[in-house]
């Protein structure tokens, strides 16, 4: 850092999210034109922006769910800054906003080993794949809306680290998307959501007990969107998940490894078809 600068990191406003997440874009991320809000409202004090003489320079989230996981993205440094240690400040600020707690990670590959160093350690990778929506509502497919809240956050535990109520009333709730539940004898035995993003559109989570349920759901969520582009990060974990992708004439875009700092709590990755996103898990 140049001694002649000041460098200040402060907890991001509402509004720095959505500056945020056009840097993420421009970095090729494509996340959801309305993630800011969903992002935000999980965790306010979980968004920190590093600024040069008032120049938003980087950011990172550092997103707590509970008092015992939190999940780290949006990491951030603007080209011309790097490698001048901002981005390592960014980190610690996140780092210790979460304290303690057991904390998640969707890292680039070419960064594993700098996370390493920080006591990261490799789950598995995720994958994401691109395609062209195609596809219509299949019988057993219902408006999550539809579903007792209590319901889908009890499902979803079961696929996440822990509950996640907060996030979870925003994220099926947005516009320009849509959440979808499949019911079986009565029951939620998987849901997905499909946001509208800065390229196309993306699917996640995508969650469901059988292959077969992942596949009438992914067709139901693709058929809101027919002739335009879907992405869909896939657990490289679930074989199922691959080939439902491959399936559906998807090619892969780019690959990141999920990586956790403790010990996580063991996911069913077998009902895992696409992750929820890359930045909050």
């Not at 990261?120 to 994958?127: E, G, S, W």
């Not at 035995?189 to 349920?213: M, N, T, W």
Request: net charge negative; charged share 25%.
């Amino acid at each position: 850092m140049a001694s002649n600068e000041k460098f200040i990191i402060r907890t991001m406003q509402r509004d720095d999210v959505d500056s945020a997440l056009d840097r993420a874009a421009k970095e090729g991320w494509n996340p959801g034109i309305h993630d800011a809000d969903r992002f935000y409202y999980t965790d306010p004090r979980g968004f920190f922006i590093g600024e040069i003489d008032g120049e938003p320079i980087g950011c990172i989230a550092a997103v707590a769910y509970n008092e015992s996981f939190g999940f780290i993205g949006l990491y951030i440094v603007k080209p011309g800054f790097r490698g001048k240690g901002y981005g390592i400040a960014l980190w610690k600020s996140g780092m210790n906003h979460l304290g303690n707690r057991t904390i998640g990670l969707d890292g680039v590959i070419d960064q594993q080993e700098n996370y390493k160093k920080s006591g990261f350690r490799l789950a598995y990778h995720n994958i994401r794949y691109e395609g062209i929506g195609e596809g219509s509502v299949s019988q057993g497919v219902v408006d999550l809306t539809g579903i007792p809240f209590e319901e889908l956050v009890a499902y979803d535990s079961q696929l996440f680290s822990v509950p996640r109520p907060q996030f979870l009333k925003r994220w099926i709730n947005q516009p320009e998307g849509a959440a979808l539940g499949f019911l079986k004898r009565g029951k939620l035995a998987g849901y997905g959501v499909i946001r509208a993003c800065h390229e196309g559109f993306k699917i996640g989570p995508l969650f469901a007990d059988e292959e077969q349920i992942a596949e009438d759901l992914f067709n139901s969520l693709t058929g809101k969107n027919t002739g335009e582009t879907v992405f869909l990060d896939t657990p490289e974990a679930n074989p199922a998940a691959i080939a439902l992708a491959k399936r559906h004439g998807m090619t892969m875009v780019f690959e990141t490894a999920r990586m956790y700092n403790k010990k996580a709590h063991p996911l069913p990755l077998h009902r895992i078809f696409g992750v929820t996103s890359l930045e909050l898990g």
